[in-house]
């Protein structure tokens, strides 16, 4: 099992990212993903998930990205991504994508966000 | 929102010797479906989170067996039998039953 962040960078607050999360050494389909952050030398966020297709694929989300972060998946790839938009400067974080979601068995290396003008 | 407070928040101990956590919920952890969603994960010094344990106390695969997880409803407990090098890290208990998903403050393992 291999999950891969990319995307992230340096972004202005306003701005958009989208990170994917690219897995391998499973069946993509089967699960739901999971998004988690870390601010700089903090403790760990969950930042939402989207269930399988069996489950409808629907997502939910932490309070604090409802309405500006949306996870998406593409069964036919095996990734998963996390549109982020009218990013602020409290979302600059290593954002880690996890197979799984009530408990998140294996994670990817994560992929730095920082969010600066 | 479910809130986890872990207990120590440092824990120097000597190699060979035990080391226990402590992660308290504010709420039953108890879910509609009769699981307790209560994970246990390890952070290295510059890795990713790895996952320990799930559902109190199952033991994820290649994790090993000096790992133990124990407790119910609010109250959960991280045990290692022989504190080794490679423990060194933060630990953090999730919880997996309420939205949304938290996570204690984390546990700083240290070797005296």
């Known amino acids: 099992v291999q999950l891969v962040e990319s995307g992230g960078g340096l972004a202005q607050p306003g701005r958009s990212l989208r990170l994917s999360c690219t897995t391998s050494g499973f069946t993509f389909g089967e699960y739901s993903m999971s998004w988690f952050r870390q601010a700089p030398g903090k403790g760990l966020e969950w930042v939402g998930f989207?269930?399988?297709?069996?489950?409808?694929?629907?997502?939910e989300y932490a309070a604090s990205v409802k309405g500006r972060f949306s996870i998406s998946r593409d069964d036919s790839k095996s990734i998963a991504y996390l549109q982020m938009n009218s990013l602020k400067t409290e979302d600059t974080a290593v954002y880690y994508c996890?197979?799984?979601?009530?408990?998140?068995?294996?994670w990817g290396q994560g992929t730095l966000v920082t969010v600066s003008s | 929102d479910i809130v986890m407070t872990q207990t120590p928040l440092s824990s120097p101990v000597t190699l060979g010797q035990p080391a226990s956590i402590s992660c308290s919920s504010s709420q039953s952890l108890v879910d509609s479906d009769g699981n307790t969603y209560l994970s246990w994960l390890q952070q290295r010094p510059g890795q990713p989170p790895r996952l320990l344990i799930y559902?109190?106390?199952n033991r994820f695969s290649g994790v090993p067996d000096r790992f133990t997880g124990s407790g119910a409803g609010t109250d959960f407990t991280l045990k290692i039998s022989r504190v080794e090098a490679e423990d060194v890290g933060v630990y953090y208990c999730?919880?997996?039953?309420?939205?949304?998903?938290?996570f204690g403050q984390g546990t700083k393992l240290e070797i005296k």
């Open positions: 996890s197979r799984g979601a009530k408990w998140p068995d294996y």
């Open positions: 999730m919880q997996g039953t309420h939205f949304p998903y938290t």
């Open positions: 989207i269930r399988d297709k069996g489950y409808g694929g629907t997502t």
């Open positions: 559902k109190i106390s």
